[in-house]
């Protein structure tokens, strides 16, 4: 305990808040992983894959993750588990948004101070809801956003439905994929992965939105 002590106090400010990182970070995966090899682990995945389309802020792809590595020949229950819950999330949350967004559609929004992107969001949501559904759907870009705003604006249904269908399966299968074949090697991966498509996900969304400024 001393000796963590001293090693604290003498850790520059950059020094303690990434030893702090490194902590939360192993916290969270020792979470999961606890979670991932119990008896309720299809019930965590599905909650966490319904909550997370339209209230709560953690996503379930490292609880997937950590069930594929530790299941390989289950990866495909998995990612099915994962996509009808969270396809299932995300109807209800256009429900929410659709009929419900006084009353509990804004303090979700409040909650996450995210005002601004809303604004923005249904914006977009309302010129081409498809084509941002999808993108939102599939990147790192929060899901509940796109999908409150399309039930609030009274998007169409059914291409919010078909872009939350593609896009969700195809995000879980990636996961459920490159963790069952890669492994240990997966998360070096995935990284790189969402980086890249939190960029191409962002740049399209800005390209769109200068094609609907201009033309």
């Not at 979670?35 to 389309?53: G, I, N």
């Not at 429900?95 to 995210?114: D, H, K, M, Q």
């Not at 809303?118 to 309302?126: D, H, I, P, Q, Y």
Request: charged share 15%; hydrophobic share 55%; proline share 3%.
């Amino acid at each position: 305990m001393l000796s963590h002590f001293f090693t604290q106090i003498t850790m520059s400010p950059q020094e303690q808040q990434e030893n702090r990182t490194e902590e939360t970070l192993r916290r969270t995966r020792d979470w999961f992983a606890q979670k991932a090899d119990s008896a309720y682990a299809r019930m965590w995945l599905a909650v966490f894959s319904f909550s997370e389309s339209c209230v709560f802020f953690i996503p379930p792809d490292p609880l997937l993750a950590m069930m594929v590595f530790l299941h390989k020949d289950r990866w495909i229950r998995y990612v099915v588990l994962t996509s009808t819950s969270s396809i299932a999330g995300a109807v209800f949350g256009y429900v929410i948004g659709a009929v419900l967004f006084e009353a509990v559609g804004t303090p979700i929004v409040e909650f996450y101070n995210l005002q601004n992107s809303f604004e923005l969001t249904s914006k977009l949501v309302n010129e081409s809801v498809f084509v941002f559904t999808l993108t939102a759907a599939f990147t790192p870009i929060p899901f509940k956003i796109a999908v409150l705003a399309a039930g609030f604006t009274k998007a169409n249904f059914i291409a919010f439905f078909v872009a939350a269908l593609i896009g969700r399966s195809a995000r879980y299968f990636l996961i459920g994929i490159v963790f069952k074949v890669f492994g240990d090697h997966a998360e070096v991966i995935m990284r790189r992965f969402w980086f890249l498509a939190t960029v191409g996900g962002t740049i399209i969304l800005v390209l769109y939105w200068l094609y609907l400024l201009l033309f």
